[in-house]
C-alpha cells in the first residue's frame, strides 16, 4: 500500500530506534531525510542501504507536489529528521498537510523525541504543559516571553548552546529570576545532565561554564 511514514529516529543514543521504526526504514522505496550524511551514518550502522533525498526547510515547498506524485503512483514514501520526530521543531508539517490534503494515506510511527524526557525528569508538573519549541531569533522573541509569563502550566522551550544566555537573561528579564527551571542538556548521551534550581542559579551556572550541546530548557508556569 502506498503511503507516507513519519520515521522517529534517535536523539543521541542509537539503541532507541525501535523496531517498527527498522521495519518502515526497510520497507519504503526512498527515504527523505534533512540531512542525508547524518541519516547515511544511521543506515550504516542499522547495515541498511536505501535510496535516500534530501529534504529539508529550504527545499520542502519546492518537493512537496512531486513527493505526493511519488506516493500517488504507488511509492512507500519515508520522512526522517536528524533526530526525533519529524515535524516536532524540524520539516514535516507542510507535507502531511499535503498528503492530507491529496487523501493520501499517512502512517505515523511513535518514538524518541527530546521534550518529553525532557519534561518528565524536570521535576516540574507534566499533567498539563505548553511546548513552545525555539524562539523566535530576533523580532517578536520578548512578546513571545511575555505570553509565556502568564501561562500557568509549565513550558518547554528548545534552544542552541550559543543563545542560552542570552534566553535565560530575558527569561530572567520578563519571567523573573525566581522562576524555577530545569536545564537539559545532552539527552540520551554520554554528558546527559539535568540542571534543576531557579533562573538566577542557572544563569550563574551556564555563565561559568561553556554550555555545549542540544538543549532542552523546562520552566515552571506561573505561580508554580
Known sequence: MSKLILIPTPIGNLKDIT???????????VLLAEDTRHTGKLLKHLKIEKKMLPYHAHNEHRLMESIVDKIKSKEIVGLVSDAGTPGISDPGFLLVRECVKAGV?????????????????????????????????KKGRQSRLKFLANLPCTIVLYESPHRL?????????????DR?????????????????GDVSTQLEYFKKVLPKGEIVIVIGGNGI
Open 19 to 29: 523496531l517498527r521504526a527498522i521495519d518502515a526504514i526497510q520497507s519504503v522505496d
Open 105 to 137: 494515506h499517512i502512517e505515523t510511527l511513535p518514538g524518541p523525541t527530546a521534550f518529553i524526557p525532557a519534561l518528565v525528569g524536570s521535576g516540574l508538573p507534566c499533567d498539563k504543559f505548553y511546548f513552545e519549541g525555539f524562539l523566535p531569533h
Open 165 to 177: 544566555i542570552k534566553t535565560l537573561e530575558q527569561i530572567s528579564d520578563i519571567l523573573g529570576q
Open 180 to 196: 524555577k527551571i530545569c536545564i537539559v542538556r545532552e539527552l540520551t548521551k554520554i554528558h546527559e545532565s539535568f540542571h534543576r
